[in-house]
């Protein structure tokens, strides 16, 4: 499937060397986990569907990057929701003049995802001081609300705040290499379960909840189910791990109870049976109204960035936008059942139906909805005025997705060389000289090809003699670094999560331990120390070397 994808757009002369790695070295190609489905998670193949569709260039895409940044976050008083404050910023609810925690953790998603580091320090900055409980009934949650000088507004939270916040963060601790971030997000994270007084997510389900107090306890908001981050959370947390994989499953599930099973929409607030769920203070509670526009959003990024609950996603797709077909696109508020049409379609509404359009690519008959929802996508101008700060971000959030700019930035993989020569790779045919990322046997290499037959080369095949240096697999011996700050070695097979100076780390018995980097035994040339296996292969300068899970390791002395 992929292959087929990239044949084609080969033909097209749309085709960019395949990269896994951003300019300063950070990773979002695949790894070894489950290769089944189609997801950018499993591929690294993030190619904005603006260039397979619409044919926009590599230019143009960056040129819509480029605007959207700078309208919403260095515009003019009319256009920006970002507010520098020296070491802090803010996003602003313009409508409503205070700060948000939804706000705050989408411009840290924007940021983060648009490689804005110095943006996304003052928003955490800001998070930090003002928003953040640390202790208290609330401790690792943050205030919904507050005015703009940080103080007053509401302590109770917002739970999809909290999602964004601790995705953005995890993304940042990958992006950046900030063992701080990781640390901050870890510290939500346990709290989400462990807080003696507020469970974000139902304790009996594992669905998230509207609000973790009182009643709002017993509902949801199903445009707070994210799938992907929840996935995501469930791989990179140290604790709760198999709480957090039982909630990636009951999110998938809530999603789809809370479609419509005729119009496709979504309710504001709804039941955990996904059932609409009315209360006294918000008469459109009931009603597919500013929360639940982003559920469209939500499933078509599992869908894309997964692709594990495919086929029931592309049902929801195809239930929302038949519906919105048949409505021409003209209204924003519905009853859950489709009836009571009111006000005009939104421009947040018109980027997570775009992106809702994932889940209906190759499927036949909808080629032509598909370009039509990604040119409305495309062509709206970024939001001025009172109401520039939901409706935009949503859309921004959308276009990210949309852009190929949305990507799941994970630890830095281990990484060897390779010759390639043969000139077509992946259907693509390259030049001497060239140089793409490939992933082959679960292991990542930096590939340059150096094509034979021209009397340069020296024929010596595909450069693929030396086995890689696996990810896993590792000695059970750690960095000296990592034991020295009390922290122990993980045990062998043990599963790097994250890299800093100090070495590289894993989780096991929900902390945190040394992964690999061998105390005693160093492995040589990359390759790690033999577990157990004594047969000799091969003997040169650094030792005897044998072969463990397919792959070469260094005799023990
Ligand atoms: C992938 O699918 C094949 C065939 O259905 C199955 O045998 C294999 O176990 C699957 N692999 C994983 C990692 O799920
Ligand atoms: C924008 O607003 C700030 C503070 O409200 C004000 O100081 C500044 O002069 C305004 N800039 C423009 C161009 O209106
Ligand atoms: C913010 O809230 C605090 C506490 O309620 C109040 O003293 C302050 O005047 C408010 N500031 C703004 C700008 O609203
Ligand atoms: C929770 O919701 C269910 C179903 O809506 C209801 O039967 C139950 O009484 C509620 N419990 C509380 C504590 O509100
Ligand atoms: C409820 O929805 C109706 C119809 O869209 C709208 O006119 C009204 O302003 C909404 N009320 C609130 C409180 O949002
Ligand atoms: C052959 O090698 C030369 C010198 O390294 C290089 O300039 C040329 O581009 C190569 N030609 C091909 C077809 O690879
Ligand atoms: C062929 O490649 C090997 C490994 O890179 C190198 O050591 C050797 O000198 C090369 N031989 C020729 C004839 O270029």
Redesign the pocket.
């Known amino acids: 499937m992929q292959i087929k994808t990239l044949l084609l757009l080969a033909t097209a002369g749309l085709v960019s060397a395949q990269k896994f790695f951003d300019e300063n070295g950070a990773y979002y190609g695949p790894d070894c986990d489950n290769p089944n489905h189609s997801g950018a998670y499993y591929t690294g193949d993030y190619t904005s569907p603006f260039k397979t569709y619409l044919g926009k260039t590599d230019a143009e895409i960056q040129g819509k990057l480029d605007q959207l940044w700078n309208h919403y976050f260095k515009g003019d008083n009319n256009s920006k929701v970002f507010y520098d404050r020296g070491n802090e910023g803010y996003i602003l609810d313009v409508n409503n003049n205070d700060v948000r925690s939804e706000g705050m953790s989408y411009g840290m998603m924007i940021a983060v995802q648009t490689n804005h580091k110095e943006e996304f320090d003052k928003l955490w900055n800001w998070a930090k001081n003002h928003m953040w409980h640390k202790g208290g009934g609330w401790d690792g949650y943050f205030a919904w609300q507050r005015n703009t000088s940080g103080n007053g507004g509401d302590d109770n939270c917002a739970p999809d705040g909290e999602m964004y916040f601790m995705m953005s963060l995890l993304f940042a601790a990958n992006r950046w290499n900030n063992k701080q971030y990781m640390d901050d997000a870890q510290y939500i994270i346990k709290r989400m379960w462990d807080n003696p007084q507020h469970k974000l997510f139902n304790q009996q389900n594992n669905i998230i909840t509207f609000q973790p107090q009182g009643t709002g306890n017993n509902f949801s908001d199903p445009s707070y189910d994210l799938p992907a981050f929840v996935d995501l959370i469930s791989r990179w947390s140290t604790t709760n791990q198999n709480r957090w994989k039982s909630a990636a499953q009951a999110t998938r599930d809530h999603l789809y109870k809370s479609s419509n099973t005729r119009s496709g929409l979504f309710s504001d607030y709804n039941n955990f049976d996904g059932t609409p769920h009315s209360e006294s203070y918000?008469?459109?509670a009931s009603?597919y109204?500013?929360d639940a526009m982003r559920c469209a959003m939500n499933f078509g990024m599992d869908y894309y960035l997964f692709g594990s609950d495919a086929k029931r996603e592309t049902e929801m797709a195809k239930r929302i936008i038949d519906f919105f077909e048949k409505d021409g696109y003209k209204h924003?508020?519905f009853n859950w059942d489709g009836s009571?049409a009111?006000?005009q379609y939104t421009q947040g509404e018109t980027g997570a139906n775009a992106v809702a359009c994932f889940a209906l690519m190759g499927t036949q008959g909808y080629e032509s909805i598909i370009k039509k929802n990604l040119q409305m996508a495309w062509d709206v101008k970024p939001m001025t005025g009172q109401y520039r700060y939901y409706d935009g971000l949503v859309h921004y959030l959308a276009m990210l997705h949309l852009l190929g700019s949305f990507k799941i930035w994970k630890p830095a993989p281990k990484v060897q060389e390779k010759t390639l020569t043969s000139p077509v790779y992946n259907g693509i045919t390259y030049q001497n000289g060239d140089k793409i990322d490939i992933f082959e046997d679960c292991k990542v290499y930096k590939a340059t090809f150096q094509i034979s037959g021209n009397g340069s080369g020296n024929g010596s095949g595909s450069g693929n003699q030396n086995p890689g240096n696996p990810n896993t697999g590792k000695t059970g011996k750690c960095y000296p670094a990592i034991m020295a700050q009390g922290y122990p070695c993980c045990s062998a097979n043990c599963q790097v999560v994250y890299t800093d100076a100090d070495g590289e780390w894993g989780v096991e018995n929900g902390d945190w331990c040394g992964c690999g980097g061998a105390a005693e035994c160093v492995g040589a040339q990359g390759f790690p120390c033999c577990e157990s296996s004594t047969i000799v292969y091969y003997t040169d300068g650094d030792g005897d070397w044998s072969v463990e899970n397919n792959d070469w390791c260094i005799i023990r002395n």
Do not use: F, I, T, V
Request: proline content about 0%; cysteine-free.
């Open positions: 918000n008469q459109n009603k109204m500013y924003a508020r009571g009111s006000e």
